[in-house]
């Protein structure tokens, strides 16, 4: 828990394996000014002094894309002012574990990759559970799935209650009882000129079902072409 003259905190992740991100090679600016948080060991960016309600950030970091954020700070909670952040790997970065899809699509759109999982699936009584089974837990938490009928509605799986069972960062469309597919969701973003490259786990680029960016309001387009770079 965070106490004493803060603002607020951040905790930094890669999007693509949910590890931390906890260095000092992450560089913040504020209206162009470069911000110097004070770095916890633990992996808390703690900033102090900063004026006014809203504060917006532009995040930096080599090997990933660059990012800006809108801190509201009444919306966190007083005793513990935490704002959890994922960060996108730029290609080619210096990563070993993934290799890249790329194509076109909107520029500056978010897109995303889908791959079907060999999982048996079935949801529990809330409308964030499942139980997964045929997965190690190492290959579950922290990285983004989705569900066959809703492959658009991409989510985390944050916690196991019990062993084999998970919850999900937000609701999930489907009914208790029910055994959809897991997808493993590769989110990405278009540059400027539509560009895109997507790092997904080595050998599934070949698995990959489908291709979604998208155009807003959350609508989704699924039909771009794609090739391994």
């Given at each position: 828990?965070?106490?004493?003259?803060?603002?607020?905190?951040?905790?930094?992740?890669?999007?693509?394996?949910?590890?931390?991100?906890?260095?000092?090679?992450?560089?913040?600016?504020?209206?162009?000014?470069?911000?110097?948080?004070?770095?916890?060991?633990?992996?808390?960016?703690?900033?102090?002094?900063?004026?006014?309600?809203?504060?917006?950030?532009?995040?930096?970091?080599?090997h990933?894309?660059?990012m800006?954020?809108?801190?509201?700070?009444?919306?966190?909670?007083?005793?513990?002012?935490?704002?959890?952040?994922?960060?996108?790997?730029?290609?080619?970065?210096?990563?070993?574990?993934?290799?890249?899809?790329?194509?076109?699509?909107?520029?500056d759109?978010?897109?995303?990759?889908?791959a079907?999982?060999?999982?048996?699936?079935?949801?529990?009584?809330?409308y964030?559970?499942?139980?997964?089974?045929?997965?190690?837990?190492?290959?579950?938490?922290g990285?983004r799935?989705?569900?066959?009928?809703?492959?658009?509605?991409?989510?985390?799986?944050?916690?196991?209650?019990?062993?084999?069972?998970?919850?999900?960062?937000?609701?999930?469309?489907?009914?208790?009882?029910?055994?959809?597919?897991?997808l493993?969701?590769?989110?990405?973003?278009?540059?400027?000129?539509?560009?895109?490259?997507?790092?997904?786990?080595?050998?599934?680029?070949?698995?990959?079902?489908?291709?979604?960016?998208?155009?807003?309001?959350?609508?989704?387009?699924f039909?771009?072409?794609?090739a391994?770079?």
């Amino acid at each position: 828990m965070l106490v004493g003259s803060v603002d607020f905190a951040l905790l930094l992740y890669d999007e693509f394996n949910g590890a931390a991100i906890a260095d000092a090679g992450v560089l913040f600016r504020r209206g162009g000014s470069i911000v110097t948080p004070l770095r916890k060991r633990e992996g808390f960016y703690v900033f102090r002094g900063l004026e006014g309600n809203e504060v917006e950030l532009a995040i930096g970091r080599p090997h990933y894309l660059p990012m800006t954020v809108l801190i509201d700070k009444s919306r966190l909670p007083p005793g513990n002012p935490v704002e959890s952040l994922r960060l996108r790997r730029a290609y080619p970065g210096t990563f070993a574990d993934c290799e890249w899809l790329h194509g076109e699509g909107p520029p500056d759109a978010d897109v995303l990759a889908l791959a079907p999982l060999e999982a048996r699936v079935q949801a529990g009584e809330g409308y964030d559970s499942l139980t997964i089974l045929g997965l190690p837990a190492g290959l579950l938490l922290g990285r983004r799935f989705a569900l066959e009928h809703a492959p658009a509605e991409s989510f985390l799986l944050v916690e196991t209650p019990t062993p084999g069972v998970y919850r999900a960062n937000q609701p999930l469309a489907v009914g208790a009882g029910q055994a959809p597919g897991l997808l493993r969701a590769y989110l990405s973003q278009c540059g400027p000129n539509g560009r895109y490259h997507i790092p997904v786990e080595p050998g599934h680029s070949g698995s990959i079902t489908g291709i979604a960016a998208e155009r807003g309001e959350g609508i989704w387009d699924f039909a771009f072409a794609t090739a391994r770079s």
